[in-house]
């Protein structure tokens, strides 16, 4: 046993660059888990200690229960009014030394001295009544309001608009914009301009239950202090009871931990991502990892021989194997957590740099990073080599005499068990795309898929290759390095699997992307009537406010034909929560959105009754003249009857409920979208100016034209490929590594070949050409298998998802191309350093190389 150890450390020393280059994918995979991990962990400890001490000046908080629960994407939910009764209520309670009504909610934004919404400073936008100077917060200039035209404004949205105390601010709320005085400006303890990057604007009591909550003498919450003496969870549960279960109680930290919960959104979503990259690191690893140690075997096959002939039994030689591939994945594990850690630093001070006041704390490296990278390196490495290590205890005495390595077999195996997983893939796939399991489904489904296919390439290796290669093969260096690219199958299509995986992904997401591009764009330009569309900057259904008196003036604009206005919101519908809309004229919006009934009437939408699109009809198993509970925002459930249903539309995919129902229930007052449809002689050019000077008073809209709203949905398709592009960025790496690696030992297995080749006249450079030709070869064999997997896996999800709105099927021919060029120049960039080093080989020493 000690010969075999001490064997397999100087194999491990004699091959430490070729071990290296594939252990340089168990640390991208190990670097982003360990990454993401401190990322949320010091980020997350971060946003606690600035929300710590936020309710310092309230002992306990009592609020109503929303009727709508906001999901994380979602804006907060509507908190129904307390009114002065139910405060009266909580002050009786034994325990309460002073109760008092609260009024804060999302919804005040305040518009800078150019007319145009105050950017962002990383948190919500809040709208208050000013109660006083506490603990927690003092003016920093001027005074409190006083007055109806008064405001109060926090340090953050201050310095972020050039406010002082005296000038005039404009705020969108409830109603259309108001101009106020700022008669001060305030602060937080800990010299905080701001807690979570929110912007505040205090107004006095009754303009706050105005204009923020929509109801006179309402109260958002209520703040209770307890009696000396008494015990806030004491007082907590006598508060409850005494109130029910409408009601949330909660004490200051409670409420400072839910309010730091809501900011932790941005941690899961780059958590998600950096685990997604890990993830494809780690499978592309996988094929990277089993290459490696296949060739190293196969050139050790002496070696291996020898030590079998002096009694080395077969499971001290999968031990040996195993052995080192332990040693690499644990040397791969302690760097790529390393590296995990300096990413999490950086992560979290660009993360913390979005958000206005947002303080990184000390580094945090948590137990289950440490744990997961050694885990995920450790396992990954010494799964991938079993299989090698198998073969190497296959390795027979007699081949100590032999010069050449093991056949490389027919692998039946192999390609039985590639067509299961294939076939296994295939159906989840199926069950995830077209029945009712869940993503995990489709994920499992894709995984197994790839493995099979990996498995499987090898039979088409070979033809595929030398169709490939017969591009360069017009040249004695390029004919002989499409032969050596087709000598090895296997070899090779382990390779390529590397470049595979990662061509493949990135095209079903950019074919998904482009289907769903050109759906929408469709219907943007052969179904929508509007020539003009007023619509938030930020795009989405909600994100704006449009002054209904505008609209109204619009109608009047020559060469307006019609204009149809809509609110959105979520609601309950049944037992869904879902997108509701609310259309001003239901009529001109039907035809403008150029919507066709499916089943029912859709023409006119009385009170009591809905329309809505037929997948969500279908989903809840609703048909025409069946009843439907909806519960809106704000107000009691209503009882609804199915009018129709209308064909799904990416423009109108929701539940339209009566408009005098959406104004009184939905959270927002004021439309957020319109559409204005010109007449036939109407020039676009000439209303669109008219139409932008009526809305001048609601900054957050923009008038755009059919072209442009195709483009700005453009864009934000091209925003998340950019993410996906970084996938591709991570496999390619990979990949390169692959390649390197596989021409590396390639060239040390055939170095008496290649010394022959330069004694008989092959110069220095139509080596480095032959070299790079097989190089080139393999990364487009990969290239051009991953762009056929993935553009079939695209299409598949693009079909699946029809009920979404994806009526069109589309391939991103640009793309594809551009991954195709650039397999050919990872090729080619990873050809350089084993070329270098074929070219230099020694001619004498190389054909009498052993």
Do not use: C
Request: proline fraction near 3%; avoid cysteine; charge should be positive.
């Amino acid at each position: 046993m000690t010969g075999v150890l001490s064997a397999t450390l100087k194999s491990l020393l004699s091959r430490k660059l070729r071990l290296l280059l594939s252990g340089l994918a168990v640390v991208l995979a190990v670097m982003f888990v360990s990454g993401a991990m401190v990322i949320k962990d010091t980020l997350g400890r971060s946003i606690d200690a600035q929300f710590a001490g936020a309710y310092d000046d309230m002992d306990l908080h009592v609020a109503h229960k929303p009727k709508i629960e906001a999901g994380a994407a979602d804006d907060a939910a509507v908190v129904p009014p307390a009114d002065a009764a139910t405060v009266a209520r909580v002050a009786a309670v034994g325990g309460v030394a002073k109760a008092y009504g609260l009024v804060k909610a999302e919804g005040a934004r305040a518009l800078g001295k150019d007319g145009k919404l105050v950017p962002s400073t990383g948190g919500p936008r809040y709208g208050e009544a000013w109660r006083g100077e506490s603990s927690l917060l003092k003016l920093r200039e001027g005074h409190a309001p006083r007055t109806e035209d008064e405001v109060a404004v926090n340090a953050a949205l201050a310095k972020k608009a050039g406010y002082r105390a005296g000038d005039r601010i404009a705020v969108l709320t409830t109603e259309p914009r108001r101009t106020f005085t700022v008669a001060g400006v305030f602060g937080y303890s800990g010299e905080r301009d701001s807690i979570g990057g929110e912007q505040t604007v205090a107004f006095t009591e009754p303009v706050a239950q105005r204009l923020v909550l929509g109801k006179a003498g309402g109260f958002s919450g209520i703040a209770v202090d307890t009696a000396r003496g008494t015990s806030a969870d004491s007082v907590k549960e006598a508060v409850a009871k005494q109130l029910g279960d409408d009601f949330d109680v909660l004490t200051g930290e409670e409420l400072a931990k839910k309010d730091s919960q809501k900011n932790r959104g941005i941690l899961d979503m780059m958590n998600m991502m950096l685990l997604g990259f890990a993830g494809v690191a780690v499978l592309v690893g996988i094929f990277l990892i089993v290459n490696t140690f296949s060739i190293i075997i196969a050139q050790r096959m002496r070696e291996l021989a020898l030590l079998r002939a002096i009694g080395a039994s077969r499971k001290q030689m999968i031990g040996s194997v195993l052995l080192e591939s332990f040693v690499v994945g644990l040397v791969a594990s302690a760097v790529g957590l390393a590296a995990g850690i300096g990413i999490g630093a950086a992560g979290a001070d660009m993360l913390a740099g979005t958000t206005d006041g947002l303080k990184v704390a000390s580094l945090g490296v948590p137990a289950g990073a440490v744990v997961t990278a050694f885990a995920v390196g450790i396992v990954v490495t010494v799964l991938s080599a079993l299989f090698p290590a198998l073969r190497a205890s296959k390795v027979p005495p007699i081949a100590v005499i032999r010069a050449a390595a093991l056949p490389d077999g027919k692998h039946r195996k192999q390609t039985w068990t590639g067509a299961i997983l294939l076939g296994l893939g295939v159906v989840l796939l199926a069950l995830g795309l077209f029945g009712s399991s869940g993503i995990g489904t489709i994920l499992t489904g894709v995984l197994l898929a790839f493995v099979g296919i990996a498995l499987l390439t090898p039979l088409i290796s070979r033809p595929t290759v030398w169709a490939l290669g017969s591009l360069f093969a017009r040249s004695v260096p390029g004919e002989l390095g499409r032969s050596n690219s087709a000598r090895n199958p296997r070899r090779t299509a382990v390779t390529a699997s590397a470049m595979m995986i990662g061509v493949a992904l990135v095209t079903a997401i950019s074919t998904v992307a482009a289907s769903s591009e050109s759906s929408v764009s469709k219907d943007i330009s052969q179904e929508l009537k509007a020539d003009l569309v007023a619509m938030g900057d930020a795009g989405s259904a909600g994100s704006a406010a449009i002054d209904p008196g505008a609209l109204t003036r619009a109608t009047q604009v020559p060469g307006v034909k019609a204009v149809a206005a809509a609110m959105f919101d979520t609601a309950t519908v049944g037992k869904e929560t879902t997108t509701v809309a609310g259309w001003q004229d239901w009529a001109k919006a039907r035809e403008i959105l150029g919507l066709r009934a499916e089943d029912g009437a859709i023409d006119a939408l009385a009170a009591g009754t809905v329309v809505m699109n037929a997948k969500a009809a279908e989903d809840q198993g609703l048909k025409v003249g069946d009843r439907v509970t909806v519960q809106l925002q704000r107000g009691e459930q209503h009882n609804y009857r199915l009018a129709g249903t209308f064909h799904d539309s990416s423009l109108a995919n929701s539940v339209v409920v009566p408009f005098a129902d959406a104004q009184t229930g939905f959270k927002a007052k004021l439309p957020s979208q319109a559409f204005f449809e010109l007449a036939g002689n109407a020039d676009v050019s000439d209303v669109q100016p008219k139409i932008e000077q009526l809305l001048k008073d609601s900054p957050e809209v923009s008038v755009q034209t059919k072209d442009q709203i195709i483009e700005k949905f453009s864009s934000g398709f091209a925003a998340m490929l950019m993410i996906v592009q970084a996938l591709l960025g991570v496999a390619m790496l990979i990949a390169v590594l692959g390649i390197v690696n596989t021409l590396a030992l390639s060239i040390l297995e055939r170095t008496k070949e290649m010394g022959m080749l330069r004694a008989i006249g092959l110069s220095r450079g139509q080596t480095v050409r032959m070299i790079m030709t097989e190089s080139v070869v393999i990364s487009l064999f990969g290239a051009v298998l991953g762009l056929a997997v993935g553009a079939v896996l695209g299409l598949a999800v693009a079909h699946a998802m029809k009920d979404q709105g994806v009526t069109e099927l589309a391939l991103p021919w640009g793309q594809m191309i551009a991954y195709l060029v650039g397999a050919a120049v990872v090729g080619v960039i990873a050809a350089i350093a084993p070329a270098r080093r074929g070219a230099r080989l020694n001619v004498l020493t190389a054909i009498s190389h052993g």
